[in-house]
């Protein structure tokens, strides 16, 4: 579904991903780990097209998307749930969500605001609140339920769960696993390893902006050793 072929991302400073290839295939959760600053956050916006790369390719169900504009990429059902969620702090819950609703993918079954609330009750309680008075975990909802208004068929998910109470990571684990138990596509970054571990089929770590290990989650292969070596855990 996602294909990244040797991309290399950079800013005025200088590159920060050097080559990276991965993918994400169809009704798969793929985890990108690694120790701050090495490029995860880069890999998403080459992606979303936010900072496009300076080479290589990135194939979207088989269309070469990289250089194409953000809103273009998402139109085509990429939806992100951006590091610091950005949220629209005066709007609702219920206003947030309507604000960006759309059917990109053109879904049988497309998201309305019943179905995220569902998946987050607590969007429910919280719909006519503003946006800004949330608390973080609840923000993280929104960020969520408002990226699954444009049905996208892939999400990506830059720090899941950064910073939030335990009880609200696992609220937002569990409505990520409905998620994927529906078929979703997802790139998700999280420092939570056993979390993700849990959630996610396949992991790449990146370490100095390269791939350093990928391989199958659920395995022994993501031994204590990668983690000391390359997460410093
Ligand atoms: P984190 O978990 O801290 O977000 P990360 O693995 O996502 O880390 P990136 O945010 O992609 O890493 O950062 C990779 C490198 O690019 C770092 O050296 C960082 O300082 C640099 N970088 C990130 N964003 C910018 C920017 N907007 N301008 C200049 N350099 C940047």
């Known amino acids: 579904m996602l294909r990244l072929e040797n991309i290399k991302t950079g800013y005025d400073a200088?590159?920060?991903?050097?080559?990276?290839?991965?993918?994400?295939?169809?009704?798969?959760?793929?985890?990108?780990?690694?120790?701050?600053?090495?490029?995860?956050?880069?890999t998403i916006r080459s992606?979303?097209?936010?900072?496009?790369?300076?080479?290589?390719?990135i194939f979207f169900n088989d269309r070469e998307i990289q250089k194409l504009s953000s809103y273009k990429i998402a139109r085509l059902g990429i939806g992100l749930v951006p590091e610091g969620r950005q949220i629209f702090p005066t709007l609702s819950v219920r206003e947030n969500l309507l604000a960006v609703a759309a059917n990109y993918s053109k879904n049988s079954d497309p998201?309305?605001?019943?179905?995220?609330?569902?998946?987050?009750?607590?969007?429910?309680?919280r719909q006519k609140q503003k946006g800004g008075s949330l608390s973080g975990g609840e923000q993280q909802m929104l960020a969520i339920a408002r990226a699954l208004m444009i049905n996208p068929s892939l999400l990506l998910l830059d720090e899941a769960t950064e910073g939030l109470a335990p009880l609200v990571c696992k609220e937002i684990w569990e409505g990520l696993d409905i998620l994927k138990q529906r078929g979703l596509s997802i790139l998700v970054i999280d420092k939570d390893i056993e979390a993700l571990t849990a959630i996610s089929d396949r992991t790449y770590i990146m370490e100095k902006g390269e791939v350093v290990w990928t391989g199958v989650s659920h395995t022994d292969n993501l031994t204590t050793e990668l983690k000391m070596r390359y997460l410093g855990v």
């Open 47 to 57: 992606i979303i097209g936010l900072t496009p790369p300076r080479s290589g390719k």
């Open 14 to 42: 200088g590159l920060a991903v050097f080559g990276v290839t991965l993918e994400v295939r169809e009704a798969e959760v793929v985890a990108l780990l690694g120790r701050n600053g090495m490029g995860k956050t880069t």
């Open 111 to 125: 998201y309305s605001v019943d179905r995220v609330f569902s998946i987050f009750p607590r969007l429910e309680e």
